[in-house]
């Protein structure tokens, strides 16, 4: 059977260290809750010492986690552990972190202690933690640059005084892949009693190599890696998990081990965290960025287009984004293009098809970001280059209030030449508006999807309203797009954007 390696998430601890990273109580639960979900085996859920509102988060989350462990971080001193008792002990896996630095750097010139001073204090405080809690975690701060037999002597001691879990941290994402591996390799060859604990590593990422560093630790060994979504910490970061995870569910046939973590749920998570620490995600940001599975290159689309996995290593599903993209621009290849026309309801002959690319790649020289929006006016000005649309909006008034039944008058120029009228009320103005234009056309449809969004900012701002019909007679679909600085009209001119669509598809 393959090992499962737990993962040890410390968002709401060491990433909420991260500059402007600081959460409310409120915040922290609902990240907590998330991470339950996502199938964490260990929530780090802050340093119950460090403030009054860390400890009452910590107890709070304490209360509401059912299955994952809840840890609070504490140095090796009685007033830290006591604390940190108080705000776990609720928990249904309540467990006490307690770390102290084991490097002569660290040593000296921060805790202006010996080697033997350490020891011993090392070894005092996690036996009086174990009196307190079965689950002790030990972490020797800064150990990629310890002394390694000193390593061997206080993680050998403090296993002896009760730590169930001895965390290697990389502290200052100093080491290398190949050094931490060869040290977790040290470690598990040379304590005697390592057998009795499993092995944590808890990497940086200051040159970026976080990932890649506790890959390495578990390819020699180590059985639970501590990490954060997207990265979050202090300076560079910490591993991020949708990287570690990914990298061990992809590449199992390397590692050979699994995790419980519900992938599905990664995209979420990132978005969640992302959204309460105000923390961006970088756009080429691995599993969780925008364009992680977005292409561009004509190669690439053709590609993806033929079978997905010529350029897709994972499905965007597996990590809970809804579906590849295709970014249109210059360097789009005919087939995305065609594939993207589809998409929104059009249908050309390949001559067609092949006027309308020219079209597309001269755009593209022009413009950065080609829309919907411009693919929608290249098709449609190709549709109707001779003919001008059945439909358009000769005049409209509207009227609502608290007492007013929303009510909208349209008046439509069908043809060119014929006015059609009507008034119709409805449960809110766009509902109206809609109605009346079921009323004039001649044609019957279904209305699946409507979507309002801002464009611009300010009291000026317009609104986009996105809509697709459904020809009920054909069961064709139409995507229709309207801008206005004001949401009915945009509706309007949406909704017959669309049927003006379908009456040039289906007729």
């Avoid at 393959?2 to 991260?18: C, H, M, N, P």
């Avoid at 022009?366 to 290249?378: G, N, R, V, Y």
Wanted: charged residues 25%; proline residues 2%; hydrophobic residues 40%.
């Amino acid at each position: 059977m393959a090992r499962t390696i737990k993962i040890f998430d410390t968002t709401l601890r060491d990433g909420e260290q991260s500059p402007g990273c600081s959460m409310s109580l409120k915040e922290k639960i609902q990240i907590a809750k998330q991470l339950e979900k996502l199938g964490v085996d260990v929530i780090e859920a802050g340093f119950a010492i460090s403030s009054n509102e860390d400890f009452e988060s910590i107890s709070e989350i304490a209360k509401t986690i059912k299955n994952a462990s809840v840890a609070s971080l504490a140095r090796a001193a009685k007033p830290d552990i006591d604390r940190a008792w108080d705000a776990v002990r609720h928990a249904k896996k309540p467990r006490i972190h307690i770390f102290i630095a084991t490097s002569d750097i660290h040593l000296e010139y921060k805790l202006k202690m010996t080697r033997d001073e350490a020891l011993k204090q090392a070894k005092e405080m996690i036996a009086y933690g174990k009196s307190l809690c079965d689950d002790i975690e030990f972490s020797a701060e800064d150990a990629t640059r310890s002394d390694k037999d000193f390593l061997v002597e206080i993680i050998t001691a403090v296993i002896d005084a009760g730590a169930t879990v001895i965390n290697v941290p990389d502290t200052v994402g100093f080491t290398t892949p190949t050094e931490f591996y060869d040290l977790i390799d040290y470690l598990k060859k040379n304590v005697k009693n390592i057998d009795k604990a499993i092995i944590s590593v808890h990497c940086h990422n200051d040159l970026g190599l976080s990932v890649a560093n506790s890959l390495a630790a578990v390819k020699a060994g180590a059985d639970q890696v501590e990490c954060t979504i997207n990265g979050i910490g202090e300076r560079a970061g910490n591993a991020a998990l949708e990287e570690v995870v990914m990298s061990l569910a992809v590449r199992k046939d390397v590692f050979g081990v699994e995790t419980n973590v519900n992938t599905k749920e990664i995209y979420h998570s990132s978005n969640l965290v992302s959204s309460i620490t105000g923390s961006l995600v970088q756009a080429n940001k691995a599993i969780v960025g925008k364009n992680a599975f977005a292409h561009e290159a004509g190669i690439h689309q053709h590609g993806v287009l033929t079978n997905k996995k010529t350029y897709e290593i994972m499905t965007p599903q597996s990590v809970g984004v809804p579906q590849n993209s295709f970014v249109l621009g210059k360097h789009s290849g005919k087939h995305a293009f065609s594939s993207k026309l589809e998409e929104l309801g059009y249908s050309f002959d390949a001559n067609q098809i092949e006027e309308l690319f020219v079209a597309f790649k001269n755009l593209a020289d022009k413009k950065k970001d080609i829309s919907d929006l411009d693919l929608e006016a290249l098709a449609q000005n190709k549709i109707t280059r001779n003919s001008q649309p059945k439909y358009t909006i000769q005049d409209f008034t509207f009227s609502s209030g608290k007492t007013a039944k929303p009510t909208v008058s349209l008046t439509l120029l069908c043809n060119s030449k014929d006015n059609i009228q009507t008034v119709c009320h409805g449960d809110g103005l766009v509902d109206a508006a809609f109605k009346a234009i079921e009323k004039l056309v001649d044609r019957e449809c279904t209305l699946c999807k409507y979507v309002v969004k801002g464009v611009g900012d300010g009291e000026d701002a317009q609104g986009q309203v996105s809509i697709t019909l459904k020809d009920n007679l054909t069961q064709k679909l139409s995507n229709g797009y309207g801008l206005a600085t004001d949401v009915v009209e945009a509706s309007i001119k949406a909704y017959l954007h669309a049927v003006n669509k379908l009456e040039a598809l289906c007729d």
